[in-house]
């Protein structure tokens, strides 16, 4: 049984918790967290879930997600999760989110990490996983048109690819100052 944090709109504890598996009353929200892991080449590491999963079942997604249980901040969140879903330890305690997206009932602080992994040492959670690959952002998008990848808002996806390696919604690397 898993039980979360309830937030407020302005994402502030209430003190009360919530069972997972029905629906939070109108005005009350919960924390989801996700993690996309880059490398070099600026492909996403995406697993497959579990057949017999509830939701989204055999369909691929981003490198890892889910809920915050009750006591954890989001960078907990993002750490358990990468630990629990693929066996990665990576310490995020330090690391603010590169976006929060929100949703009807919560708030989705989403990770974006630039690194090398080696897919054959990662250790899947049997539960959840049942498969690890890289992609790039056009095979992202292609398989979310075959219904095969969890389907994100489209414009979703170029976004995460976008925001790597960087903070903010600015561009900085497209302003050119010229000199009078």
Known sequence: MEFWDVYTVDR?????????????????????IHVCIFNQKGEMLIQQRQPFKDGWANMW????????????????????E???????????????PHLTVNFDEGFDDIYLVEMEVDLNELTLQESEVQAVKWADEA??????????FIPYHTPMIPLLFAM???????????????DK
């Open 139 to 148: 095979t992202i998008l292609q398989m979310i048109q075959q219904h095969e």
């Open 164 to 178: 790597r390696g960087q903070w903010g919604g600015i561009n900085h690397h497209a302003y050119v100052q010229v």
């Open 61 to 80: 997604d981003i490198t890892v997600g889910g809920s915050a249980t009750v006591g954890d901040t989001s960078q907990q969140a993002a750490m358990r």
């Open 82 to 96: 990468l630990e629990e879903e693929i066996g990665l330890k990576l310490d995020l305690s330090q690391t603010r």
């Open 12 to 32: 502030e504890k209430t003190g009360r918790t919530w069972q997972r598996g029905s629906r939070l009353p109108e005005g009350e929200y919960h924390l989801v």
